[in-house]
Structure formats: C-alpha cells, structure tokens
C-alpha cells in the first residue's frame, strides 16, 4: 500500500530523514515511536507531501507520489491524515467540517455527504455534537471529529502524527478506543505515537526512529520485550519505568 | 446657514455621486483586493512576484498622481471613458492594493494548520484557500477593511481635482457662489462624517456576528 524507498530529508543543513526504507502492507498497522525530533513525524508528513522529500521515492498504492498540483490533490484524498493539533475548520460546525471535503472534492450531492458525516460521527460517538462548533468540544471530542472528517474521504490509508500528544490524559483513551476499533476493521494505517500501550495492543509492527533513522523495526511483541538495538533498549527504559 | 439650504439639490447631487464613486470602487477594490492577496500567497513564486509588484507599484504613489495620469494619460494612448468612469477604476485599483495587505495580513494569522488539514483532505489550493483560509482570514481583517473602506471614501474627494463633480467639488462651487465656505465646508464634512460613522456601525455588527469561538 504505502512504499518508501532511499528517502532523505533536509532542513537546510539538518539531515532529519536518512535513507528510509518502509513498506505498509494492505491493511497493517503500522506504529512509529522513537524520541522527539528523531523524524518520525516528519516522515509522517512525507507521505501525503505535506513535506517535500529531498531524495527517494513514495510509492502510494502503487503509484509513485506527485510532485504537486491536481494529482497531488487526488492522492491527498486517499490517504488520511489526522494531527496532534486537530486543525478542525474553526468557522464551519463539526458536521460542516466533515461534509466539506467529500462535496468540494469527490462532488457528493449535500444529502449523501451528510448522512455519511451524521454516520462517521455516530461511530466516533459524538452524533449529538454535530451542530456545535469546534471550539465548544473537549479535545478528545475535536480529534474524534478530525478523525470522522478524514474518514469521510474514504481512504485508502490513514496517518496519525501523534494523535493524542495535545489531548488531556483522561481524554487519550476515548482517541485511543476508535483508532482500535479502526485497526480491527482494517484500516491501513500509520500512527506516529508516544502512547505505548497502543503500540502493544493495536499494532502489527513497531517502528523504531532515532536521530532519522529507522533503528529497528519489529512486531510490538518482540519488540517491547527483547529489543535488538541498545538505542532502542534505552528509550524503552526511559519510557516504561513510569 | 441659507447658503447651504438654498444649495441642497447641488450637495445632493454631489452626495449622490460620492456614493457612487464610493459604493463602485469600493466592490471593484474588494474584487482586486481578493485576487492580489490570492496571488502574494500563492505558492507560485512568479504569481507571488506579481502580487507583490503591484502592491508596490499602486502603494508607493500619491492618488492624486495615478488619478491625474489616468485622467490624462490614457487618452494619449486611445483609452476614452467618462472622468466619473475612469476616477472609478483608478479609486478601485488603488484602494485595491490596501485591501489585498490587510487580507493577507488576516491569512498570515490563520494557522497554518487550517491549510493543511485542508489540503491534507484533497482540496486543492484555491478550494482551500476559498473554503477554509479566506474565510477566516476575512473574520479577523473586518476592522482593518472597514477602515479602508472609510479611507475610500475621503480618497473620492481627490476625484474633485479631475473635475468629476461630487461633494467636495460642489461644495467648492457654491461657495465660489456664496463665499461662505465655514458653513459650507462644515456641511460637506458632515456628509462625510455620517458616511464614515455608518461603516463604523456596520463593521462593528459584522464583527461581533462573524466571531469565532476559539
């Protein structure tokens, strides 16, 4: 579903991404941990070009990435992306802002558009919230949003770019439970996160990064209990003593 | 004070065609406004350079300047219109470049978030910027156009100086009649005075309605 071959990225002089090699097969779960500002947002972003890649190649479902313009539009809206920020549209209700993009990009007629984001908000479980305006919902409410909005695209693949960072604690599991959910009925996805528990419970392989690279890379069984590297060994002790 | 009532049709008139220049160059403003702002955020360095060219080119002259070599310029080069036409689309393009730096200053204090979700979603730049950015952006540059707006209208009185007859203009004629220009200029500013406070009004209501709960 998702190939990436040789790919590297700079910052002027930072080298954040070195020589990335991922495959996401149909319908895995792929989740990336690693320390902060080791790129693994960053190569979250890579793959529906919200980031230019310097060298290497993205292979969406077969098709190499384009550069930018209407293609790049179209493959956009097969791969969701959901961010640590929410970005729901501040103007627009929750409703408005799931509806927008299947009526202004697939061309929905505004009563299928509809039933289809009243669906999504339903399976999220903020069906009563659908008149309200971004700003009056709880975090964890606004992201279950961002997430029924993305699905609404019906895509191929979803990204997650640390879903839960900016949520309140007592709010990352309503986030957490949907994106199980989403796991099991086999979304393909790939979830940037720091939430552990997740990574055992949801993800077929675990993605470790540090310092742009790929260190090691596992299913989350072998993974938490025996690592191979000392780099992955140390973040692991750093995050689970707490 | 009779030299203002016996003149009233006069100021009328010149009312009459204040607001025309006004209400006309204003929408044409806000139109190139629009375009100019979309093109100085393009991601297309040569639309950007062009958007730039321009608010460079129309700020960094007097209007009295453009209004003067429209006005006798462009028949040199063919181009006939009436002065109210031409004063018009001078007043418009000019104003123009104002509207396009306060919309963009508005879409600068849009998070940048806002675009990318949007275009993460597939829409494309101008669906984004037309559905999500600008919508917002406008929200927050309310004030700003309303005082652009009342800017405008002062700006019209410069028409007078091409001979295009509108309040000031009549003012200064019936006072070459009654030489009482106290009273008579006191009445053209009042004029004015009334126009501005209503966009004053307007803005207001507009902004408190259009908020955004953040």
């Not at chain 1, 791969?79 to 103007?91: D, I, W």
Request: neutral net charge.
């Amino acid at each position: 579903m998702i190939r990436v071959q040789g790919l590297n990225k700079w910052f002027g002089e930072h080298h954040v991404l070195r020589d990335i090699d991922l495959h996401v097969a149909q319908g895995e779960v792929v989740v990336v941990i690693g320390p902060s500002g080791s790129g693994k947002s960053t190569l979250c972003r890579c793959l529906n070009r919200l980031e230019s890649a310097g060298s290497g190649e993205i292979l969406i479902d077969g098709v190499p990435a384009p550069v930018e313009g209407r293609e790049l539009a179209r493959l956009r809206a097969d791969v969701g992306m959901v961010f640590q920020a929410f970005n729901l549209f501040q103007h627009k209700t929750v409703l408005d802002n799931v509806m927008l993009a299947p009526m202004k990009v697939r061309g929905l007629s505004r009563a299928e558009a509809e039933k289809t984001a009243r669906d999504l908000l339903a399976r999220v479980g903020i069906a009563e919230q659908a008149g309200k305006m971004p700003g009056q919902l709880s975090g964890g409410q606004q992201q279950r949003a961002a997430i029924a909005r993305a699905l609404a695209m019906r895509p191929k693949v979803m990204l997650f770019d640390e879903p839960t960072s900016a949520l309140d604690p007592e709010m990352v599991g309503e986030v957490l439970d949907v994106m199980v959910q989403l796991a099991a009925d086999g979304m393909t996805m790939v979830v940037v996160t720091h939430e552990m528990g997740f990574a055992r419970r949801a993800a077929d392989r675990v993605v470790f990064m540090d310092d742009g690279q790929i260190v090691e890379m596992a299913e989350p069984n072998a993974f938490f209990e025996s690592p191979t590297t000392d780099r992955a060994r140390n973040f692991l002790a750093k995050v689970l003593t707490h | 004070m009779s030299a203002l009532l016996d003149h009233l049709p006069e100021f009328w008139q010149g009312l009459i065609v204040t607001l025309q220049l006004t209400a006309a160059s204003f929408a044409g403003a806000a139109v190139m406004g629009l375009v100019i702002a979309a093109l100085r955020v393009s991601p297309v360095p040569v639309l950007r350079g062009i958007g730039t060219a321009y608010v460079e080119t129309l700020q960094n002259l007097p209007l009295l300047v453009l209004l003067v070599l429209a006005v006798f310029g462009l028949p040199e080069i063919g181009l006939q219109a009436g002065l109210q036409v031409t004063a018009t689309v001078v007043i418009a393009l000019y104003e123009g470049a104002y509207i396009a730096e306060a919309l963009r200053s508005g879409v600068n204090a849009v998070s940048s978030g806002q675009g990318e979700a949007a275009r993460a979603l597939g829409l494309t730049f101008g669906q984004s910027l037309r559905h999500v950015v600008l919508p917002q952006a406008l929200r927050t540059v309310i004030q700003p156009i309303g005082n652009i707006f009342i800017a405008l209208t002062m700006n019209t009185s410069l028409a007078a100086a091409v001979g295009v007859v509108e309040l000031t203009a009549a003012a200064n004629r019936v006072n070459l009649l009654e030489a009482q220009p106290i009273p008579i200029f006191v009445g053209a500013g009042l004029a004015y005075a009334v126009i501005a406070a209503c966009a004053g009004l307007v803005t207001g209501r507009l902004e408190r309605r259009l908020a955004v709960v953040r």
